[in-house]
Every structure is written in C-alpha cells, then in structure tokens.
C-alpha cells in the first residue's frame, strides 16, 4: 500500500508539488502535462472547463497547482472502476 493512500486529495497533492519540485502557479499546459503525468491523460484545453481560480500572468492564464492538482486527485477517486473484458460462458448463460 502506498504511503499517499491514506491523505486527502487536498494533502496528497501538497507532497506532489513539495517533493517534485512544481512551481506554486503554472500555466494551461504546463499543468496538463503535470497532471498528466501524475494523475491521469488531460489536454490542455480541458481545464478551461475545470472551476478553478486563475491568475493572469504575461497574458496567460495560470492556475495554482496543488488546487488544480486537488481537483484532478477528487475526480480520480471519485471515477467508478468499470470491469473490461468478455464474460465466461457460464457468466453468459446465467444471465
């Protein structure tokens, strides 16, 4: 079991930023591929529907990353887990 198993969205998303180093706001795609690469797959068109605060830097939008980091681990736990794959025979016949 992981040691980040156990913290809040909330929590689970400050020790990303802490122990990888993520700058505290971070531009549209740049926080794409920071999700990404820690939670799941997001284009960076995306997150304009995301609800979270932003801040105009340099005529581009920057969100603050452990929020946006917080929202993408609560719809990461919040995604039901959908079992793939084909039925057996038996599974079939049963139903």
Same mark, same amino acid.
């Given at each position: 079991?992981?040691?980040? &198993? /156990?913290?809040?969205? @909330?929590?689970?998303? &400050?020790?990303?930023? #802490?122990? #990888? %180093?993520?700058?505290?706001?971070?531009?549209? @795609?740049?926080?794409?591929? *920071?999700?990404? &690469?820690?939670?799941?797959?997001?284009?960076?068109?995306?997150?304009?529907?995301?609800?979270?605060? +932003?801040? !105009? !830097?340099?005529?581009?939008? /920057? =969100?603050?990353?452990?929020?946006? !980091?917080?929202?993408? =681990?609560? $719809? !990461?736990?919040?995604?039901?887990? *959908?079992? %793939? %794959? &084909?039925? +057996?025979?038996?599974?079939? $016949?049963?139903?």
């Amino acid at each position: 079991m992981s040691e980040t &198993q /156990h913290l809040t969205a @909330r929590e689970r998303a &400050q020790a990303v930023v #802490r122990e #990888r %180093g993520y700058p505290q706001r971070v531009p549209r @795609r740049r926080l794409a591929e *920071i999700i990404t &690469q820690e939670a799941y797959a997001i284009e960076y068109r995306s997150l304009e529907r995301w609800s979270l605060p +932003t801040r !105009l !830097l340099n005529n581009k939008v /920057h =969100f603050e990353t452990v929020d946006a !980091l917080e929202y993408a =681990f609560r $719809q !990461l736990d919040a995604a039901p887990a *959908i079992r %793939g %794959g &084909q039925r +057996t025979k038996s599974e079939r $016949q049963a139903a």
